[in-house]
């Protein structure tokens, strides 16, 4: 592909990805491509690369462009990102737009302006998101590439270090994979992907994690069509096994989406117990058949949410609750969801999981625990939920996730608090929230 195609076909996904906000960015991508086979592996990697930074940093873009008097379209996007991310000059950005096979229209007079405009500003060209001083003029949902109607939420959450934490959304997320311990351990695991040329790095936290050293296919590998290893972020993988499931239990997951908690909390039980695995998709649900068979985890029984949980009240040892949420904690993963996320969009999800605390709450037994999670980092869907739930309801108490931690995992806790909130920048895994709620005896 000619630089012309590239930035075509980079203007192409982006309108793309603004018109199907029902499918995620990398599906797209991924099917756009398929689509063109003639792209070559480096093209579709520039291709891909140059649409990630301008989903990334739109916040930025889009707050050079509107000082412009200029919306934040596709093209004009592009046009942006080559000068303010990419360091071109104005006239090497104009001979791209050739109008040619292949290659964008040609210019008009206002994007000619636009593009003298960018360049006057490029003379203090957009920093890399880690120079945060060099972006203090921008607002901050802004140089924090967020949407500007979360920023009094946001700022509540991180209060001075929110650049800081906000930057650490602009990097690419780490690839990990969790060990599943009914079928292999980790130093096995290792040794695996080694001889198939695989590099990788134990987790820092979790006992059964696993980083790459990049982004790979992995479905070939022998450990993978074996069960021993699932992709799982660090931080998930820490959620389900702090829900200390243990052998024999009656344990209700109540949203388990594909089920990658689900699959890590039969490991946790060695296969022995009960696993109700719920969601109110049941489409999401059919993912989680094969890997159940893959991994071995026996376990594991299915509930469309829609008809009822097939569970007494009262009975189950664990409910796991990982709601439904804004998946801001994500964004590393999806930068496009926080374009897409909307007040009425959060409202919705505020209502779902009050519903489901209640409904997870009746399954509890006496000494049982529930475990109320989201991939959130915003306080009206972690702490503020939770705090209503406790004070509307008896018989709850909260456990300190230190408590916790040292009882299921040992050693030191890295977050100090009554509840659990992983970020990238202190974490290095994706945001993740999670209470830890015992019912009274």
């Given at each position: 592909?000619?630089?012309?195609?590239?930035?075509?076909?980079?203007?192409?996904?982006?309108?793309?990805?603004?018109?199907?906000?029902?499918?995620?960015?990398?599906?797209?991508?991924?099917?756009?491509?398929?689509?063109?086979?003639?792209?070559?592996?480096?093209?579709?990697?520039?291709?891909?690369?140059?649409?990630?930074?301008?989903?990334?940093?739109?916040?930025?873009?889009?707050?050079?462009?509107?000082?412009?008097?200029?919306?934040?379209?596709?093209?004009?996007?592009?046009?942006?990102?080559?000068?303010?991310?990419?360091?071109m000059a104005a006239a090497a950005v104009a001979a791209?737009?050739?109008?040619?096979?292949?290659?964008?229209?040609?210019?008009?007079?206002?994007?000619?302006?636009?593009?003298?405009?960018?360049?006057?500003?490029?003379?203090?060209?957009?920093?890399?998101?880690?120079?945060?001083?060099?972006?203090?003029?921008?607002?901050?949902?802004?140089?924090?590439?967020?949407?500007?109607?979360?920023?009094?939420?946001?700022?509540?959450?991180?209060?001075?270090?929110?650049?800081?934490?906000?930057?650490?959304?602009?990097?690419?997320?780490?690839?990990?994979?969790?060990?599943?311990?009914?079928?292999?351990?980790?130093?096995?695991?290792?040794?695996?992907?080694?001889?198939?040329?695989?590099?990788?790095?134990?987790?820092?936290?979790?006992?059964?994690?696993?980083?790459?050293?990049?982004?790979?296919?992995?479905?070939?590998?022998?450990?993978?069509?074996?069960?021993?290893?699932?992709?799982?972020?660090?931080?998930?993988?820490?959620?389900?096994?702090?829900?200390?499931?243990?052998?024999?239990?009656?344990?209700?997951?109540?949203?388990?989406?594909?089920?990658?908690?689900?699959?890590?909390?039969?490991?946790?039980?060695?296969?022995?117990?009960?696993?109700?695995?719920?969601?109110?998709?049941?489409?999401?649900?059919?993912?989680?058949?094969?890997?159940?068979?893959?991994?071995?985890?026996?376990?594991?029984?299915?509930?469309?949410?829609?008809?009822?949980?097939?569970?007494?009240?009262?009975?189950?040892?664990?409910?796991?609750?990982?709601?439904?949420?804004?998946?801001?904690?994500?964004?590393?993963?999806?930068?496009?969801?926080?374009?897409?996320?909307?007040?009425?969009?959060?409202?919705?999800?505020?209502?779902?999981?009050?519903?489901?605390?209640?409904?997870?709450?009746?399954?509890?037994?006496?000494?049982?625990?529930?475990?109320?999670?989201?991939?959130?980092?915003?306080?009206?869907?972690?702490?503020?939920?939770?705090?209503?739930?406790?004070?509307?309801?008896?018989?709850?108490?909260?456990?300190?996730?230190?408590?916790?931690?040292?009882?299921?995992?040992?050693?030191?806790?890295?977050?100090?608090?009554?509840?659990?909130?992983?970020?990238?920048?202190?974490?290095?895994?994706?945001?993740?929230?999670?209470?830890?709620?015992?019912?009274?005896?």
């Amino acid at each position: 592909m000619t630089p012309s195609a590239r930035l075509d076909a980079a203007i192409g996904l982006l309108a793309m990805i603004e018109a199907e906000p029902e499918r995620s960015a990398d599906r797209l991508i991924a099917a756009f491509f398929r689509a063109r086979r003639y792209a070559g592996a480096k093209d579709r990697r520039a291709v891909s690369d140059f649409v990630w930074t301008i989903l990334r940093r739109r916040g930025e873009l889009a707050w050079r462009l509107e000082t412009l008097k200029t919306g934040a379209e596709a093209r004009s996007l592009a046009l942006a990102a080559l000068i303010l991310t990419e360091g071109m000059a104005a006239a090497a950005v104009a001979a791209l737009c050739t109008g040619g096979r292949f290659a964008p229209p040609p210019l008009s007079p206002a994007e000619t302006a636009l593009l003298d405009g960018l360049a006057r500003l490029a003379v203090a060209a957009l920093p890399a998101v880690a120079a945060l001083p060099a972006v203090a003029a921008l607002p901050a949902w802004a140089a924090g590439n967020y949407p500007a109607w979360l920023d009094a939420s946001l700022s509540a959450r991180f209060g001075a270090d929110l650049l800081p934490e906000m930057a650490a959304f602009g990097t690419r997320a780490p690839a990990d994979l969790r060990v599943n311990s009914l079928k292999a351990t980790r130093e096995a695991v290792l040794a695996a992907l080694a001889q198939a040329g695989i590099a990788a790095d134990p987790t820092p936290l979790s006992p059964l994690g696993l980083r790459l050293d990049r982004q790979q296919p992995l479905n070939t590998t022998a450990a993978f069509r074996q069960g021993w290893i699932e992709p799982q972020d660090e931080a998930s993988q820490l959620v389900a096994l702090l829900a200390d499931a243990r052998p024999g239990m009656d344990v209700v997951d109540l949203c388990a989406g594909a089920g990658g908690k689900a699959l890590a909390m039969a490991a946790a039980m060695k296969n022995q117990g009960r696993i109700l695995a719920c969601d109110a998709d049941p489409r999401r649900l059919v993912r989680l058949k094969p890997r159940a068979a893959r991994a071995g985890a026996s376990v594991i029984e299915l509930c469309d949410l829609a008809a009822g949980v097939p569970a007494a009240a009262g009975v189950a040892d664990r409910v796991l609750l990982d709601v439904p949420c804004s998946g801001s904690g994500a964004w590393r993963r999806r930068p496009e969801t926080r374009w897409r996320l909307t007040p009425a969009d959060l409202a919705r999800d505020l209502a779902v999981q009050a519903a489901l605390l209640t409904q997870g709450a009746r399954l509890v037994r006496p000494g049982g625990r529930l475990i109320y999670a989201t991939c959130s980092l915003l306080p009206e869907e972690n702490e503020a939920p939770v705090e209503r739930f406790l004070a509307a309801t008896p018989g709850f108490r909260r456990l300190q996730p230190a408590s916790v931690w040292s009882e299921v995992l040992g050693g030191f806790c890295p977050i100090d608090g009554p509840y659990l909130l992983f970020t990238p920048r202190r974490h290095g895994v994706d945001g993740f929230f999670a209470a830890f709620l015992e019912r009274v005896a």
